[in-house]
C-alpha cells in the first residue's frame, strides 16, 4: 500500500510539472509571437498581414511592354487572337474612319498574337507612355520616318524580316490579314539582335487599386451595362456581366473571340478618350491630336462618369483624372483605351 501511495503521488507531481511547462510554453509563445507588444528585433518588422497586389501586371517589375500593332479590319476581327493575354489595349482611330488596336504585353507566357498590321506614327505616341517596344509588320511612310530615319522608338519590323514574324491563313483572307507573332520570338530578337534594353523604371501608365474601384457612390455617375463607341467601319460595344465583373467585347454585332482559344475577349476597364484630329500633308493619313487635353469617360463594374485627360507633349504621359483634377484609379484588370474623335458619339446605357 505505501509504495501504491508513492507511486501516486510521483505520477501527480509529473502532471503538475507538466502542466506548468506546457502553460509557460503556451504563455510565450503568445508574449512573444502572438501578442503586439512582443519584442522585435531591431531593423526588423514582423508585418500582422501579407500585402495586397495587382494581379494584372506587377506593377515593381521593371520588364519593358511590347506594344504590338493589330489588324482591326471588321473582316479579321474573327481572327484575332492573344487579346486576353494583353493587360492594355488601345484603339485608336486610322484614316477611311478604320481603327486598330495597339496591345501590350508585359511579363507573360509565350503567346501568339495576330494578325499583325502596319505602324501609324500617332501609335508612338501610345507606346512611349509605357516604354515599350514598338511592334509591327509595316509602316505608313510618317511612321517609317519617325522610326527608322529618326529613330524615335525602339521598334521590331515584321516587313523587314524582323522578329519571326509569319503567315498563317486559316480563314482564307486576303494576306494583309495573315500575319501573327511569338511574343518570345520578338522579345529574344529585340534583346539579342537589336541590342535593345530590355528594363526600364517607367513602364506603368494607370493607377491601379488592387480591389474594385466602386462609382456608383457618386453624384456623377450613372449605370453603364451597355456602352457603344462607333468608328466607321466597325462599332464596338461592350456589355457588362454583372456574375463575371467584366465586359465583353462586341464589334459588328458580333461577339468576339479568340480564333484559336474560343475565349471571349473581355476588359475589366473601359476608358474613352475624346480626340481631335486633321489630315496629314499627304490628305490621306490622320493626324491625331494627342497632346494637350480633353473629355472622356471613365467605365467599370457597371458604372460610368465622365473624366478629363491631359497630354504635355508627344513622349509624356497621358494623364486621367475625375473632373476635380484627382488620378482615377482603375480596377484591378484588362483595360481598353478607346481613342475616339469628337465626332462621333460614345452611348452609355
Do not use: C
Amino acid at each position: 500500500m505505501k509504495k501504491r501511495k508513492i507511486n501516486k503521488r510521483k505520477i501527480f507531481t509529473l502532471m503538475l510539472i507538466l502542466l506548468l511547462v506546457i502553460g509557460l510554453g503556451a504563455f510565450g509563445i503568445y508574449k512573444f509571437v502572438l501578442s503586439d507588444k512582443a519584442p522585435i528585433k531591431k531593423g526588423k518588422k514582423l508585418e500582422a498581414k501579407i500585402e495586397a497586389k495587382v494581379d494584372i501586371i506587377d506593377v515593381d517589375s521593371k520588364t519593358r511592354p511590347l506594344a504590338i500593332s493589330i489588324n482591326n479590319t471588321p473582316v479579321a476581327v474573327k481572327v484575332q487572337t492573344g487579346l486576353n493575354k494583353a493587360y492594355l489595349l488601345y484603339e485608336i482611330p486610322t484614316e477611311g474612319y478604320t481603327a486598330r488596336l495597339i496591345a501590350f504585353f508585359k511579363d507573360v507566357e509565350d503567346t501568339k498574337v495576330g494578325t499583325i498590321r502596319s505602324a501609324r506614327h500617332n501609335m508612338l505616341d501610345y507606346s512611349y507612355e509605357s516604354d515599350a517596344i514598338f511592334v509591327a509588320f509595316g509602316w505608313s511612310h510618317y511612321a517609317q520616318d519617325d522610326m527608322q530615319n529618326k529613330k524615335l522608338i525602339d521598334y521590331v519590323q515584321g516587313i523587314v524580316g524582323e522578329g519571326g514574324m509569319w503567315r498563317d491563313n486559316p480563314a482564307h483572307l486576303d494576306s494583309e490579314h495573315t500575319v501573327y507573332l511569338q511574343t518570345q520570338k520578338v522579345i529574344d530578337y529585340a534583346k539579342d539582335r537589336k541590342g535593345y534594353s530590355m528594363e526600364s523604371d517607367d513602364t506603368v501608365l494607370l493607377n491601379y487599386n488592387v480591389v474594385d474601384v466602386d462609382l456608383s457612390n457618386r453624384s456623377d455617375a450613372k449605370v453603364a451595362n451597355k456602352v457603344t463607341i462607333p468608328y466607321g467601319s466597325v462599332t464596338n460595344v461592350f456589355e457588362y456581366n454583372s456574375e463575371t465583373g467584366m465586359y465583353t467585347r462586341i464589334v459588328n454585332d458580333r461577339r468576339t473571340t479568340d480564333y484559336y482559344t474560343g475565349e471571349e475577349f473581355t476588359a475589366k476597364n473601359l476608358i474613352v478618350q475624346k480626340i481631335t484630329y486633321n489630315r496629314t500633308d499627304d490628305g490621306y493619313y490622320w493626324n491625331l491630336h494627342t497632346s494637350g487635353s480633353g473629355d472622356g469617360y471613365y467605365i467599370t463594374n457597371g458604372y460610368a462618369i465622365p473624366i478629363k485627360w491631359s497630354k504635355e507633349n508627344r513622349k509624356a504621359k497621358t494623364k486621367f483624372t475625375y473632373t476635380d483634377g484627382d488620378e482615377i484609379e482603375v480596377s484591378d484588370g484588362r483595360t481598353y483605351i478607346e481613342v475616339q474623335i469628337t465626332d462621333k458619339l460614345t452611348t452609355i446605357e
